[in-house]
């Protein structure tokens, strides 16, 4: 179905002016909350908010809470994003250049952020890991989801210390674990030669531009990397172009919650997932999600999820491709 005469006009209306325009332009780099949007703009939020809700209404751009946040994005609706795309191709190249400048300052101060953390606590890593979650009880769960393989290629995408690659590596012909800590990739080479696995291959890269073949993984694996991210959507969407026919992508992460002290003390992004948006980008990425598994924890910590999704085994990787 296309849209109406009066919806496209309504559409339009909302997009007709210039900081709105500036709006749509940022949002189509990633999502971002309100405070980032009058960082970059340098207007206030209440003024930033009233953009933001005339778009939302218009079916523009959505709104998701975060905790005490909220994040704004562009509309997964095909006409929705078919309009703003047009709008925005027929801008000047550089309209919205001091706008992305600024973005790149926000997106470099968060990076920076996040790599620094990561790089001081890489020694302390597996400690933490299990200070919010029954690890057991998820690692028990998680092997259950992959089934007993044997698998041709697993890929570990934020592989950390090497956890899962020391879970699921003896399974594997070959693994290939990828992170962008050089720290944390030292420990995983420890972990992985401390566990006898020598088919393993540890490379520094980033999960949104992994330069991995499409179709080269029967088992993809995303274990609490995606809350870190900015644009978690464009990295399942990687994830899922690494996974052949009939292999599969598992992502294990945090359901919403409201801890909100993550986010300073750990870096945190995202406050969880819920399912109806994993699921909606493990299909709109060409994989089936099963339904998922939530596993409560049996303390004060966090409920951990755990997302599996095929690709169908007689599907074209053309598919895969295009997320590329
Ligand atoms: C919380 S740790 C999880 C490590 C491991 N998957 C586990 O569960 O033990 C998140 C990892 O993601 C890595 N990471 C964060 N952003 C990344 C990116 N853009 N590309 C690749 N790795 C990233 C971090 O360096 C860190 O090692």
Partial sequence: MSLTADQTVEA???????????ILSLLAGEELSVMEMSRILDQSQPRVSRHLKLMTDAGLIERFPDGARVYYRLSHDAHARRLID???????????????????????????AAESYFEQIAPQWDRLRSLYVSEAAVEAALEKAVGPGPFKRVVDLG?????????????????????????????????????GLNKVELRHGDIFATRLPAGSADLV???????????????????????????????????????????EAHQHRRLGFADHEINGWLTDSGLTPSPPIALPPDNEGLTVTIWTAERPVNASLAQARKTA
């Fill in 12 to 22: 339009l209306r909302a997009a007709g002016e210039p900081t709105r325009l500036r």
């Fill in 86 to 112: 047009t709008v925005l191709d027929i801008l000047a190249d550089d309209a919205g250049e001091a706008d992305h400048r600024r973005l790149d300052e926000v997106r470099k101060d968060r990076e920076q």
């Fill in 221 to 263: 694996i995303v274990h609490q990397v995606l809350h870190y991210l900015a644009d978690p959507f464009a990295a399942v969407a990687e994830a899922a172009r690494l996974v052949c026919p009939g292999g599969r992508l598992v992502i294990v992460d945090f359901a919403p919650h409201d801890f909100e002290h993550m986010r």
């Fill in 159 to 195: 592989t950390g210390s090497g956890r899962m690659l020391t879970l699921f590596g003896k399974k594997a012909k070959m693994s290939v674990g990828l992170d962008l800590s050089q720290n944390m990739l030292n420990i995983a080479r420890a972990n992985v030669s401390k566990a």
